[in-house]
């Protein structure tokens, strides 16, 4: 089935992660509604109605802090 796929970065530093990109994987199955190939007027009811449940994947980690922690460490320290 479709599902959602959100990409991350990942900042060791803070243990924050920052989604930088939120994507949709297709799975291109007739029987799935939110599939590309899917006919649009297609009523079957037997057809998938939902989509999988939401991947998320790290793209980059880094052992900085993520922006928002590097913010507040510098307003704190003035
Ligand atoms: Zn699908
Ligand atoms: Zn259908
Ligand atoms: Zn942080």
Redesign the pocket.
């Known amino acids: 089935?479709?599902h959602r796929v959100f990409e991350h970065n990942q900042f060791r530093g803070c243990g924050h992660k920052q989604r930088i990109r939120t994507g949709r994987t297709?799975?291109?199955?007739l029987d799935?509604i939110?599939?590309a190939l899917h006919p649009q007027n297609c009523v079957n009811p037997a057809c998938?109605q939902s989509?999988?449940p939401d991947e998320e994947t790290v793209t980059y980690v880094t052992f900085a802090k993520c922006p928002a922690c590097r913010e507040a460490e510098a307003a704190g320290s003035s």
């Open positions: 089935m479709c297709d799975c291109y199955r799935c939110f599939s998938a989509m999988a």
